[in-house]
């Protein structure tokens, strides 16, 4: 495995490929290419076709190539591209921008309940199902859609219970991680989405796990965003935590659990827990706001604690998932903020065991990564699509 810092800034990048000379080699290509197309742009404002004529002969194949590569604004040496599997990657290299697709706000009826979905793109192009964590909901996807519909088929719903799906009281529906991911299920069954690549975040592994064990023939591959399989992701503190919400239903235990969905806990230790104070600002307020509104009266909140009761089943689960990683070998894009507190970026390398070609960044971001560094996840995301086969 290598390890390298990337060259702008956005993080730490990890992958299995070959030793880097080339990816090194193919940088100083690249550098070349830029000279040489800028002298060329330079020369054909100063001389005259004839005087072109007469420096030709002075110019080497080589040469020659490199300068048409420049004015091209690529390299024709595939050789000159950053290792697939590296992570090294910048500006230069990112694919081109697409105008963005209208997103529409949209519901379906999903085992009788009403469930929230954000979409946008064709719908004849591949599917990104992307999945929510704790404690917000398709709305954490805001940015990170309009990146990716100009390209793709982009469906984003909010789960039974959070969002603007329905909500049926928790003293009526007891809110597990089985309950949401037949619900997903069915939701992408409403939909017709019979091909996908599933995004998912913190809660999206728990419930996206569950959906691609039940119908894996769906399944095009992975972008895990600080979403666990792996008890290496999960500091003991944490650990401790999700066994006392299980085990303890007394009215202590839950008033514990709550605590962790309080206004407090939501704004403090959720979203700016995991970011440095003079970062703040990437983090739009409207996250929290959002989150808040629909976690504003004792039954909202009862839902989340329910389910964050729930959580050690899905801890109990990891060898399950793990088991289908081994055997499925999905492709597999894992875009993790480093800075994350609670998923500590072990969980990211732990991938790795089980899936050994998945392509590993560590993003200088949060828990709430796509808060922070949409931008360069949707490149990373475009890149994975693209090698995809059907």
Same mark, same amino acid.
């Given at each position: 495995m290598r390890r390298t810092e990337n060259t702008d800034g956005q993080g730490v990048h990890e992958g299995r490929g070959e030793p880097g000379a080339a990816v090194s080699e193919g940088r100083g290509r690249s550098a070349d290419v830029r000279a040489a197309g800028a002298a060329a742009a330079a020369t054909s404002r #100063?001389?005259?076709?004839a005087s072109l004529g007469r420096i030709a002969g002075l110019l080497t194949p080589a040469v020659l190539a490199a300068a048409l590569a420049g004015c091209a604004g690529r390299s024709l040496? =595939?050789?000159?591209? =950053? &290792?697939?599997?590296? !992570?090294?990657?910048?500006?230069?290299?990112?694919p081109d921008a697409v105008w963005p697709e209208k997103t529409y706000y949209r519901t379906v009826d999903v085992r009788g309940r009403r469930i929230f979905y954000r979409e946008a793109g064709r719908r004849d192009r591949p599917v990104l199902l992307l999945l929510h964590g704790f404690p917000s909901s398709s709305h954490s996807y805001r940015e990170l859609i309009p +990146?990716?519909?100009g390209? *793709? #088929?982009v469906v984003a719903p909010d789960y039974l219970g959070s969002g603007l799906s329905e909500r049926p009281s928790p003293r009526e529906v007891t809110y597990t991680f089985d309950l949401l991911a037949d619900h997903v299920t !069915?939701?992408?069954?409403?939909? !017709?989405?019979?091909?996908?690549?599933? *995004?998912?975040h913190d809660f999206g592994a728990p419930v996206g796990f569950r959906v691609a064990l039940a119908h894996p023939e769906r399944?095009? !591959? +992975? $972008? $895990? @965003?600080n979403a666990n399989a792996y008890l290496d992701g999960l500091p003991e503190e944490l650990r401790a935590f999700i066994r006392r919400a299980h085990d303890d239903r007394s009215e202590a235990g839950v008033a514990a659990v709550a605590e962790v969905v309080s206004a407090g806990a939501i704004r403090e230790q959720q979203y700016l827990r995991h970011v440095p104070d003079d970062r703040r600002e990437r983090v739009s =307020? &409207?996250?929290?706001?959002? &989150?808040?509104?629909?976690l504003a009266t004792p039954e909202d909140r009862a839902i989340? $604690?329910? +389910? +964050? @009761?729930?959580?050690?089943?899905?801890?109990d689960a990891y060898p399950s998932w793990q088991a289908f990683l081994r055997a499925r070998q999905p492709p597999t894009l894992i875009v993790w903020g480093r800075n994350d507190a609670d998923f500590i970026s072990a969980g990211a390398r732990a991938y790795l065991r089980d899936v050994p070609r998945a392509e590993l960044h560590l993003l200088d971001a949060g828990h709430f990564a796509v808060e922070e560094q949409a931008v360069t996840i949707a490149q990373q995301v475009t890149r994975f699509m693209e090698k995809l086969p059907p």
């Open positions: #100063r001389f005259t076709r040496a =595939p050789s000159a591209r =950053p &290792d697939a599997t590296s !992570g090294q990657t910048s500006a230069k290299e990112a +990146l990716l519909s390209r *793709y #088929r !069915g939701f992408t069954d409403a939909l !017709g989405l019979s091909r996908y690549v599933l *995004y998912m399944l095009r !591959g +992975l $972008v $895990v @965003q =307020p &409207d996250a929290w706001t959002h &989150d808040l509104a629909f989340q $604690v329910q +389910l +964050l @009761q729930s959580y050690q089943s899905n801890i």
